[in-house]
Structure formats: structure tokens, C-alpha cells
């Protein structure tokens, strides 16, 4: 009987699974087996193996190296930023305060608003002669900031648009872990004589750790595929400053259409991403 049921319900999930295997297992393969090929659109097309050629042009081309580089920088920059910021915050707003309840609904705002409706008034808020940030700069006497087009300043930059923009999303997550935690516990530990700050280091953190390792996995994972704020705001520049790894891959692929290349270069984004992933899970559960 049990047996049937186990049948029964992996009929059911049968077509689910086979439209995740559609969407996702296959494109992964056709990309590596196109990885390993040369591809010609000219006079027809055609698909030369050329074995890891294309994965030793990958590595030895001085833009990808620096787009990786620039890549890992966004994503450490972006993802301590965000967690630290959004632990911080749903530390404060795990107590009662005034207003709270009006307040935290625009807390989350950002993360509702389109990618490009954010970069749009960022890159105006950024503006050397015009933005508001250099406006409060002089006011206080301070020297402009060429935000987008200074090298040492521009990636940054888009960090802290994606800072922004996501941090509301780690406060959701772990504001709603905090208000999950039972009352009992601090109701316990208040009556032990513990502060509002003992309460937060021996108890709430604690409890909290499971849900910050899953909210730094998943800005670790989406920070890796930023793509729209680099095209939108800076478009990779000044010069190669912020060039990141999938740009470099979309121009590669559709811009100079070597999609061999574009695809070996994806693979390469791919493993870097799942060795990071495994790594940090690794590190996370020895601890």
C-alpha cells in the first residue's frame, strides 16, 4: 500500500519534474556542449569541436580575468553590505516602537520597484553636476565625486544601488524569523535579568543563524548574476572598471556572436558559483 502511494505521488510530481528538467537541465547542457564547439553561422551553420579551446581563450583573455575580479569584489561588497544592513534593521524593529507598523511597509519599498525604474533615478541622484549626493557634498564644503565615471568609485557605486535596493529583502526575511521566536524565550530571559542587548547576543542571534545563512546564500547566488544595474548605470565602464562576468558573456555571445566562447565563459560563471556555494555551506556547517 505504501508502496502505491509512493508511485502514486511520484506520478503526480512526474510533469512537474519534467518541465523542471526542460527549463533547466537541458539549456545547462546544451551551453557546455556548446562550450566544447565552435560555432559558424556562415555560409550555414555549423559546430566544430574544438575540445576546451574556447575554456583556454576564456582564461587566458585579460577582460574576463578582470570581469571576474570585478565580479567577486560586487558580490563580497553587496553581500556583507546587505546582511549586516538588514540584520541591523530587523534587530531594531523586533521591538515595539512607535509607528513601527507604518514605518516597516516603506522599508520594503525598494524591492518592489522595477531594476530600471531604480537605476533611472539613481543615476540621477549620482549625477557629478546635478545629483543630490554631490549637492549634500558641497554643502558640507566637500570636493564632487564623479560617482559613475571615476574607476576607484563607480563599481561602488553600483553596490550601493544594489545595497538599496535588496537589504529590504534580508530585513523581511529575518524580521519575520525574529517575530516567529517564541515569546517564552524572552520572557525567560528577562526575568534571568538580561538586557535588551544580552537578549539580542545569547538569544535572538542564535536562533536567528539558520536564517541568516539562507538569506547571504541567496544574495551570494543573485548578486553573482548582476547584470541590469552594470548595463543600465555604467554599461561596464569607465573602461573596464565595472565589466562583470555576465557582460562580458552577453557580449561576447551576442554582440561579437561567438557563441562557443560566450557559452565556455558561462560554464566557467556556473562552476565558480557552485564552488562558492558548496564552500560556504562546508564552512557554515562545521560551525
Not at 539549456?27 to 560555432?39: A, E, G, Q
Not at 555571445?253 to 557552485?274: H, Q, W
Amino acid at each position: 500500500m505504501k508502496l502505491k502511494q509512493h508511485h502514486i505521488g511520484l506520478l503526480l510530481a512526474l510533469p512537474a519534474i519534467i518541465v523542471m528538467a526542460l527549463l533547466t537541465l537541458y539549456p545547462i547542457i546544451y551551453v557546455f556542449y556548446l562550450s566544447l564547439h565552435k560555432v559558424s553561422f556562415y555560409p550555414k551553420l555549423t559546430f566544430e569541436f574544438v575540445n576546451i579551446a574556447n575554456y583556454l581563450s576564456a582564461l587566458s583573455n585579460r577582460l574576463f580575468r578582470i570581469s571576474f575580479l570585478n565580479t567577486l569584489l560586487f558580490v563580497f561588497g553587496a553581500t556583507v553590505s546587505e546582511v549586516a544592513l538588514g540584520l541591523v534593521f530587523a534587530l531594531i524593529f523586533a521591538w515595539e516602537f512607535y509607528g513601527r507598523k507604518y514605518i516597516a511597509p516603506l522599508v520594503i519599498l525598494p524591492m518592489m520597484l522595477p531594476t530600471i525604474v531604480v537605476c533611472s533615478f539613481w543615476r540621477i541622484m549620482l549625477h557629478t553636476e546635478f545629483g543630490v549626493l554631490n549637492a549634500i557634498l558641497t554643502a558640507c564644503n566637500l570636493p564632487k565625486i564623479n560617482w559613475l565615471g571615476d574607476p576607484r568609485v563607480a563599481m561602488w557605486s553600483i553596490v550601493l544601488v544594489d545595497v538599496w535596493q535588496y537589504t529590504p529583502f534580508v530585513f523581511l526575511i529575518l524580521y519575520t524569523s525574529i517575530l516567529s521566536i517564541p515569546r517564552e524565550i524572552y520572557e525567560a530571559a528577562m526575568i534571568d535579568g538580561a538586557n535588551r542587548l544580552q537578549l539580542t547576543r545569547y538569544h535572538i542571534l542564535p536562533l536567528l543563524k539558520p536564517q541568516i545563512v539562507v538569506v547571504a546564500l541567496l544574495r551570494i547566488i543573485d548578486t553573482f548574476r548582476v547584470f541590469d544595474k552594470v548595463y543600465a548605470l555604467t554599461a561596464g565602464g569607465p573602461g573596464n572598471a565595472t565589466e562583470v562576468l555576465t557582460f562580458v558573456i552577453y557580449k561576447t555571445a551576442f554582440r561579437y556572436y561567438d557563441f562557443g566562447l560566450g557559452s565556455a565563459e558561462a560554464v566557467i560563471m556556473l562552476a565558480t558559483v557552485l564552488t562558492i556555494v558548496m564552500l560556504y555551506l562546508y564552512i557554515t556547517r562545521r560551525r
